[in-house]
């Protein structure tokens, strides 16, 4: 199996964000075995945040010889603003009294050496999947948590995966006592119900999912 660079996998566990760090191993895993399926092919992240996923999805792409495009507003979630539970003062841009998120994602992109492979979008993901016209060798799906975000991200980019690629999708929650239902409703059934992807592995609230046909 493909060992990830312990500098990589230290700079990704000293970030701030809200990937654990069993389920990082596991999206590292994945994103090389399809990179390695499917050479050439980049790998998209949609949901950035400070860039802790991404340095585990970079290293991958480093390996693999391709390029992690990772897509962000940098704006934060809905439950990442201000009285809901996920919010970082810290992260509150002091002239604009918003959240931001890009200052700490580039320091993290510094620390861990990955621009050179580490491509930002820093756009509303469906702008992006609208623009996007490559086929995808990895596409991890981290964004926004709602029923309407969920659903854009599944219709803008579940299609760009390759056969033989993968669908990764953070925080399913099939029981809603352990977390929201929308990546599960908007992203997980629809994928499993299309007849075009099979699951591969669950780690956490990690589904990793390979497109078998068109
Ligand atoms: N993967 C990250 C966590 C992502 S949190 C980690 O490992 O820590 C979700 C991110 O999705 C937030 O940074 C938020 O700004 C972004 N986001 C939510 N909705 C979005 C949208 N519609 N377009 C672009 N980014 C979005
Ligand atoms: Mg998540």
Redesign the pocket.
């Known amino acids: 199996m493909t060992v990830m660079d312990p500098r990589l996998r230290q700079v990704a566990l000293a ?5 654990p760090e069993a389920e ?1 191993d596991a999206l590292f895993v994945a994103a090389c075995a399809a990179c390695s399926e499917l050479p050439g092919l980049p790998i998209v ?10 340095v ?1 999805l970079g290293a991958a792409a480093k390996l693999s010889k391709t390029f992690l495009f990772t ?8 439950e ?1 603003q201000k009285g809901w539970e ?1 919010f970082d003062e810290s992260l509150v841009d002091a002239r604009t009294q918003k ?1 931001n ?1 890009l200052p700490t994602f580039l320091k993290t992109l510094k620390q861990a050496h990955i621009g050179d492979v580490v491509v930002p979008i820093i ?6 999947s609208q623009q996007w016209s490559s086929e995808l060798a990895f596409c ?1 799906v ?5 029923d309407e ?1 969920a659903r ?2 599944y219709q803008g980019w579940a299609p760009k995966v390759a056969v033989g690629g993968c669908l990764a999708i ?1 925080d399913i929650f099939s029981d809603p006592k352990d977390g929201g239902q929308a990546p599960y409703k908007f992203i997980y059934q629809p994928a499993i119900d299309s007849g075009k992807f099979d699951e591969i592995s669950a780690t956490g609230s990690l589904r990793i999912l390979r497109r078998t046909k068109r």
């Not at 756009?123 to 992006?128: G, K």
């Open positions: 970030t701030k964000g809200f990937m990082g992240e949609v949901g950035t945040y400070c860039g802790r996923s991404t585990w897509v962000d507003h940098h704006l934060g979630s809905e990442n996920w959240l998120t756009a509303e993901s469906r702008l992006a991890f981290d964004g926004g948590h709602g975000p854009l991200d953070h």
